[in-house]
C-alpha cells in the first residue's frame, strides 16, 4: 500500500504559513475579496480595468510551456507569480524564475507548485522562488525539522540579492552560500 500525497503546505524561507491564495480557472473566482491565482489563459483574459482593480489580490500560474513573454507587460498589475513544475524533470520553470527577478525586476511572489522535490528546493531559492507549494513527504519531514539542504559553494552567480561572494575569495566566480 502506498502512502498518499498530502495536500500540499505552503513554505517560504521564514517557515510554514497558511497560504492566502486560491487557485482557480477563471476570473468569476475574482468576485469575492480572496487572492486568486490564475491560469496564464483566464488572467490573458481578463481586460486592462480588471487587472488593475484586483492587482493585489491577482496571481497568475504559468506552466512550462506558456511563454513568459506573456505577462512581461503586466507584471505591474501581478502581485505574484506561479511557476508550475508538473514533473521533476522539467526545469524550464528555472529559467523563468530567474528571468523574472533579474531581467524583469519582479518584486513580487514568485511560487513554485507541482514537483517540489528536496534536491530541488535550493536551487529554487538561488534562482529566486520564495514561496513554495510542498507536497513531497520527504520534503514536508525536512522542512519541519529546518532542514533546507543544499551546497555550501556555488560556481555561478544568483539572482538571490542576498548571495554574495565569500570573503577572501579569490575568483569571482566562486560564490559562498549565505
Known amino acids: 500500500m502506498t502512502e ?9 524561507p521564514e517557515g510554514f504559513r497558511d497560504d492566502g491564495w486560491t487557485h482557480a480557472e477563471d476570473a468569476s473566482a475574482l468576485a469575492g475579496n480572496s ?4 491560469p496564464l489563459q483566464a488572467f490573458l483574459e481578463l481586460s486592462p480595468e480588471q487587472r488593475e482593480a484586483a492587482k493585489e489580490r491577482l496571481g497568475v500560474l504559468l506552466q512550462p510551456g506558456d511563454q513568459l ?3 512581461v507587460d ?5 502581485s ?5 513544475f508538473p514533473a521533476f524533470n522539467d526545469g524550464r520553470s528555472f529559467s523563468k524564475a530567474e528571468l523574472l527577478r533579474s531581467r524583469h525586476g519582479f518584486e513580487g511572489a514568485v511560487r513554485a507548485t507541482g514537483q517540489v522535490l528536496i534536491d530541488q528546493l535550493p536551487h529554487m531559492l538561488r534562482v529566486g522562488f520564495n514561496e513554495f507549494e510542498v507536497s513531497h513527504p520527504v520534503l514536508l519531514k525536512r522542512l519541519e525539522a529546518g532542514q533546507v539542504g543544499g551546497l555550501s559553494l556555488y560556481y555561478q552567480p544568483t539572482a538571490k540579492p542576498s548571495a554574495t561572494p565569500s570573503e577572501g575569495a579569490k575568483y569571482s566566480w566562486r560564490r559562498s552560500a549565505t
Not at 487572492?35 to 490564475?38: A, F, G, K, M, N
Open 74 to 78: 503586466t507584471l505591474g498589475q501581478l
Open 35 to 38: 487572492r486568486v491565482i490564475l
Open 69 to 71: 513573454e506573456e505577462i
Open 80 to 84: 505574484l507569480v506561479a511557476l508550475a
Open 4 to 12: 498518499a500525497t498530502p495536500a500540499p503546505r505552503l513554505w517560504t
